[in-house]
């Protein structure tokens, strides 16, 4: 694969920091934020014809930022790129990978990307999504597949394909991402990454969003490395005034508990699956490993098994994202001043859309009711635990082409989703903070993650035991040709 990647000349140790070293170069005067905008921009160009992370760029929007006043955040000149769905940078149009919302462009930032300017980041393009960020893979007719950089005949995930695919390729060293069921921690799994879901309100989606899909939506980013969550996440957490949810607070930066001993915390191992899906033997090993070196590193592993049944998870998040769904279309309908056409979406959206429309006021909040039932059930259970370890996905990294949002075969396609939203959904429902860590690979090569999960507000301990993780068993985030090592 390295004979087939074009060489870069700009600053060629790019690759070599996460974004923390980036910004730390810029602090320290070794490079200029300008330096960095180019070497992510030569990379954009070289490898994004190969990957298909990026659908949207403005590199000259993004050099006429580097001359802004106050640009002296804590990832100041660090090169940054925004998933296509949600995270509104005003004058840009937001695509969703959807016909019905082609040509859209927000009129000003949401509060997320205003945060993540004001940390100084330099903002270049929109990643690749799949449908309305509807997906476990990123394969939309409208702006075509997203590919793996580990093998391009695999796919790197979804929701946030794009944004995992441009850090593993070494486009940049962090990217936007939003996690709906899994699309965060999927693609971070599938890619090699560190990907994180924090606890429910600990990042706004307003202004105009006061909650994405019903709370069960979160937006944070995908990394190379433990430092740069945690860094992203100091940089912008933070309810807003009228925020519907508020985090338990915290002392301190996330990046001090990075340094802070874990002390010996009770692991729950969990290595069925919440939904019922199939679990690959490659995957257990990789697990069963990861419980190894947690006791080697002084912690109390326990095999645990989820409070909870499958249909009791499925019935409800379905029929929440479904309403939500169905609103947010006929929203774009009602300012298009049209109805809402089988044409403008894939067949997937389609009956999901309907199923939404024909939901009862009463179904719905039952659904809300039994959501929020199965939020205290799994806090009883973390009353046991301080982490939950499982896998992040049921399966390594399917084939392009594999799951087709255009089939009308939805049982098959839910039997395929359901493997890699097995271990991910249940958390989104909670609320709970959980992350993927890239700890080991498929008989194939192909990255396998694994899964941390905590109580509300419990991030801290999080980013330490994976702190210790990485330190055990360090990682690059880049795959094999693009820096990494094969």
């Not at 255009?406 to 959980?434: C, H, I, S, W």
């Amino acid at each position: 694969m390295d004979t087939c990647i074009p060489r870069v000349s700009i600053f060629p140790e790019y690759e070599s920091y996460d974004a923390v070293g980036l910004a730390e170069l810029v602090r320290s005067g070794q490079v200029d934020a300008a330096e960095l905008l180019a070497a992510a921009i030569e990379r954009c160009e070289r490898r994004n014809p190969s990957v298909n992370a990026v659908v949207h760029a403005f590199y000259d929007r993004a050099r006429g930022t580097l001359a802004e006043k106050g640009r002296s955040g804590p990832l100041a000149g660090v090169p940054f790129l925004l998933k296509d769905v949600g995270a509104h940078y005003g004058g840009e149009p937001t695509g969703y990978a959807c016909r019905l919302f082609n040509g859209f462009v927000a009129e000003r930032d949401t509060t997320l990307v205003g945060r993540y300017r004001q940390a100084g980041l330099v903002i270049f393009g929109k990643t690749n999504t799949p449908e309305l960020a509807l997906a476990v893979t990123t394969e939309p007719e409208l702006t075509g597949p997203t590919l793996n950089p580990w093998n391009p005949e695999y796919s790197p995930g979804g929701s946030s394909g794009g944004a995992a695919a441009a850090v593993a390729a070494g486009i940049v060293p962090a990217a936007h991402g939003s996690d709906g069921g899994g699309s965060i921690r999927i693609p971070a799994s599938l890619c090699g990454l560190v990907g994180l879901k924090p606890t429910r309100g600990r990042i706004p989606t307003g202004p105009e969003r006061a909650e994405g899909w019903a709370g069960m939506a979160q937006n944070h980013v995908i990394t190379r490395s433990v430092r740069d969550s945690a860094a992203f996440l100091d940089a912008v957490e933070g309810a807003e005034p009228g925020d519907p949810y508020h985090p338990p607070a915290h002392r301190g930066t996330w990046m001090e508990t990075l340094e802070k001993p874990a002390g010996a915390l009770r692991v729950a191992l969990v290595q069925d699956s919440f939904n019922g899906a199939p679990v690959d033997p490659d995957v257990i090993e990789v697990v069963r490993d990861t419980a190894r070196m947690c006791e080697v590193l002084g912690h109390q592993v326990e095999e645990a098994r989820c409070p909870l049944s499958p249909e009791q998870l499925h019935n409800c998040a379905t029929l929440i994202l479904s309403s939500h769904v169905n609103a947010d279309i006929q929203a774009r309908c009602e300012a298009l001043g049209r109805e809402f056409r089988r044409e403008d979406v894939s067949y997937v959206t389609w009956r999901m859309a309907r199923a939404g429309a024909e939901a009862s006021a009463s179904e719905y909040a039952a659904a809300m009711s039994h959501i929020h039932y199965i939020g205290r059930r799994m806090g009883e259970f973390c009353d046991r635990y301080d982490v939950i370890l499982s896998p992040t996905t049921a399966a390594p990294a399917p084939r392009l082409g594999e799951i087709d949002m255009d089939t009308e075969d939805l049982k098959g396609y839910m039997q395929v989703t359901n493997r890699y939203t097995a271990f991910t959904q249940l958390l989104n429902v909670t609320g709970q903070p959980a992350v993927s860590l890239p700890l080991g690979r498929s008989a194939k090569g192909l990255p396998i993650g694994v899964q941390l999960a905590a109580p509300q507000g419990g991030e801290g301990l999080l980013f330490g035991l994976a702190a210790q993780l990485e330190q055990a068993r360090p990682w690059t985030g880049l795959c094999p040709g693009y820096g990494g090592p094969s």
